[in-house]
């Protein structure tokens, strides 16, 4: 069994277009929760979300590549970019042959879809452009990035809903831990926002129309987000060996299934997540100080989430402090997992545990340190990143301070 | 409307040249135009035009089209405007 160093961070989301300005800006506790702007946003009852700003993405590709990259696939590119930099590596020969990109996604190249229905639908048209396949696959994003950086090793795309990048990190983790490879690139990237994907989650009546408040006891629902984050996980040694600067170690992960229900959360599902992260990690509940919650905002969510941590954690939840940075971002589904394993990079390296910001009434169902409002500078050791999905699919992952 | 010249624009922009570097000579191929290319070619053909050209990928030289160089390009869709209309 290897160690697994995280060597490389990138992220765009609506926090920053980078790590750097994404950690500041939690840090400070920003809302990147704004106004939507796309076509038809008047036709939608939810006009709110964390949209990525001030992106212009004919400045980042060229005519062809924005032929065949949706805006799901543009946002994994910019973070993965951004990442494979920082790790410093090369892939090439034997390296390039065994590394491979595991990613999340739930929706893939929605705006694809989207806009193609509306062409054939709303105007008529019968003719789409030949590319609106290999666009809006689910697995676009990962083999661009692939290409992009040569990795010809295991790669594929993980869609669990809001769990997807979890349960993709989780896959990557447990290939550099094996052996089967040295360095892996995952993480996940979500692109919803636009009409149609507002439109089907206003369905569910799961929404806030003015803000996500995650275990504030007037929470209203959750908001939606965009963006990416993507990492390098590599072989601790060999990363400690060739002098790599390694952010955080992950140690530990678990996976779960509710086998109960499509949309409402379980208090069992999500606790033998958490318990079997630790139990993986060779940690006991004593040891951890953060966790990144799933925190959606929503009524039923956030109740149950924290029920899970009472019963795994018992006296010491009183001690941990949970947070939810989905009420700055919004709620990027299928990548939200990874943004928010950045916010636990930040704690265990740094020691800034990021808030949940627009926090107002306490909850008696959601009796815990929730760091509200303002971010706390404290050391963390240990931290979990929590991911609950609909359809009842689980993933939990440990991260150390090195 | 100059068929020829419309869909030398097309090729044109497809292979990133300049229209005066494409000849009614060149083949895709000279152009260096791969098969995503040629599918995104006949798409924005199809659009300009709006016509329907018979063409599957799968095996190129099993239709009517002829995609052998530019001038049988333009003579097949000169063809197909003239049904249409």
Known sequence: MNRVAITGSGTINSLGHSVKETLANMAEGLCGIRPLYFKDVDRLDIKIGGQVKDFDPTTVFNRQQLALYDRVTQFTLIAAKEAIKQSGIIFSGDLAAKSGVVLGTAGGGVSTWDDNYRAVYEEGKNRVHPFVVPKLMNNAAASHVSMEYNLKGPSFTVSTACASSNHAMAQAFQMVRSGLSDVMVTGGSESMLCFGGVKAWEGLRVMSKDACRPFSANRNGMVQGEGAAIFVFENFDKAKKRGAEILAEVVGYAMSSDASDIVMPSKQGAARAITGALHDARLSPEDVQYINAHGTGTAANDKTECAAVADVFGRHADNLMLSSTKSMHGHLIGGTGAVELLACIMAVKDGIVAPTIGYEEADPECALDVVPNQARETKVDVALSNAFAFGGLNAVLAVRSV | ?85
């Not at chain 2, 922009?13 to 006949?42: C, F, K, N, R, Y």
């Not at chain 2, 099993?62 to 197909?80: P, Y």
């Open chain 2, 1 to 85: 409307m100059d068929i020829g010249a419309k869909v030398i624009d097309i090729i044109a922009e497809q292979a990133i040249l300049d229209p005066g570097d494409v000849t009614l000579e060149s083949t895709l191929d000279s152009l260096g135009i791969d098969s995503m290319g040629l599918v995104e070619s006949i798409f924005a053909i199809e659009e300009a035009f709006d016509i329907h050209i018979p063409f599957n990928a799968n095996d190129p030289s099993d239709s009517d089209f002829n995609i052998s160089s530019v001038s049988s390009i333009i003579s097949g869709i000169e063809k197909l405007v003239a049904e249409k209309s």
